[in-house]
Nanobody
Framework: QLQLVESGGGLVQPGGSLRLSCAAR???????IGWFRQAPGKEREGISC????????LYDDSVRGRFTISRDNFKTAVYLQMNSLKPEDTAVYYC?????????????????????WGQGTQVTVSS
């Protein structure tokens, strides 16, 4: 089973930036990749996805314009650049992988559609 590893979380002040990374151990990421987050007491929510080809990219309204998802040309990692962070962005962030038709748009509304998950990385936005 695909093993994903997230990194890059931490403590940042409001308005600051962080860059999260998602990589797989020993394999290329020939998958759609989604980023999700879960705040204490809340359900896990999808915030962004990128298709295997990189041609389909989607964002939730809560992060559009502030977060940018990308993947490197060798498909070894997917990144989530987070700018203008707000206290309400505080959560554990997860990346997940889904293999599907590469010509279809990626999806992120349903975490249950994704088959492989990382362990999560904590992002705390606080002054």
């Amino acid at each position: 089973q695909l093993q994903l590893v997230e990194s890059g979380g931490g403590l940042v002040q409001p308005g600051g930036s962080l860059r999260l990374s998602c990589a797989a151990r020993g394999v290329t990421l020939d998958y759609d990749i989604g980023w999700f987050r879960q705040a204490p007491g809340k359900e896990r929510e999808g915030i962004s996805c990128i298709s295997q080809s990189g041609k389909s990219i989607l964002y939730d309204d809560s992060v559009r314009g502030r977060f940018t998802i990308s993947r490197d040309n060798f498909k070894t990692a997917v990144y989530l650049q987070m700018n203008s962070l707000k206290p309400e962005d505080t959560a554990v962030y997860y990346c997940a992988a889904l293999r599907r038709d590469p010509f279809r748009p990626c999806i992120f509304r349903d975490p249950g559609s994704y088959t492989s998950w990382g362990q999560g990385t904590q992002v705390t936005v606080s002054s």
